[in-house]
Nanobody, 127 residues
Framework: QVQLVESGGGLVQAGGSLRLSCAAS????????MGWFRQAPGKEREFVAF????????RYAASVKGRFTISKDNAKNTMYLQMNSLKPEDTAGYYC????????????????????WGQGTQVTVSS
């Protein structure tokens, strides 16, 4: 059973930074494609970023590109999302996701392609 646990959310002023973490079960982490999604109240869950198994390939949503950085530490079974220059519109619940299936840079943006999800961590950016 894959377990994903997010942490690091909180309240921050616009322009500030946060780093989210996603701790994964050791058995699956090294072979998993992983991603971050977010969901604001009243909106659908949307793709934020993805990273491949080895951590050598990433992709970002246009809205966060240049501000957010996804990374993966296989030794610690942990994925990160460094969020800089935060904006009020980044306010949402942030969820990490994982799959052992092969995904390309297009399919990795589709939430239906991920079978394992964390419980989410709230990020609130004040103006």
């Amino acid at each position: 059973q894959v377990q994903l646990v997010e942490s690091g959310g909180g309240l921050v002023q616009a322009g500030g930074s946060l780093r989210l973490s996603c701790a994964a079960s050791e058995r699956t982490f090294g072979s998993a494609v992983m991603g971050w999604f977010r969901q604001a109240p009243g909106k659908e869950r949307e793709f934020v970023a993805f990273i491949n198994r080895s951590g050598t390939s990433t992709r970002y949503a246009a809205s966060v590109k240049g501000r957010f950085t996804i990374s993966k530490d296989n030794a610690k079974n942990t994925m990160y999302l460094q969020m800089n220059s935060l904006k009020p519109e980044d306010t949402a619940g942030y969820y990490c996701a994982a799959t052992t299936m092969s995904l390309n840079s297009v399919t990795a943006t589709l939430r239906a392609r991920y079978e394992h999800w964390g419980q989410g961590t709230q990020v609130t950016v004040s103006s």
